[in-house]
């Protein structure tokens, strides 16, 4: 596997592009490993503490469960997807683990590299990958993102879940669910495809 790569930064839609830092930033392989692995570690201690309320719905075709530690998050998100149908009894194509900080008490691990400044009135998304693994950093509105292909997951982390309904105001109501969706489908076939070749 390649090592980690920072991507650019890139600015939501509805903010003017003008103004922004667009400096890289170094990035450690070894931190980055870390980081990914304590998102995963840090959403199993907020089940711990919270407990964990699950739903499995079908999605762009595929199986996708979400797990929410404790349930303000799923409950979040359960209108938009009340219309979606129940997944089957097979495996899950992709998981995705919501926690966050208010209702859990959980904070994320620290980020791998430092932010560049960030302009007033613009909010960057700093991003971060390898080959099968995807990290995006929205510092403004407090959250962040890992896709692990290779574990066909997801964790997803916010300071308090009510920045959830402006996201899906924002996204429309299946956006996060279809943007992880679309993300661990055609990208864990390139992984998969990679680590046949080079065996």
Known sequence: MSGWRVGPTVLPRDRPPSGINNQSAALDDSAA??????MFDHHLEAERRTGVVGRRSMIAGRRLELRSAGPSMLEALAGPLEHLPTA????????VSLFDTTSSGVEPPPWP???????PGTRPLFRFQDDARYVTIDPVRGWTQVI?????AAVFHLVTWGVVSSMLRRSGSRGPALSWSARVGPANRRSRSAARSRA
Do not use: K, W
């Open 33 to 38: 490993e870390a980081f990914v692995a304590a």
């Open 88 to 95: 089957d009894g097979e495996p899950n194509q992709l998981t």
């Open 113 to 119: 590299l430092a932010l560049p400044e960030i302009v």
């Open 148 to 152: 692990d292909c290779d574990r066909s």
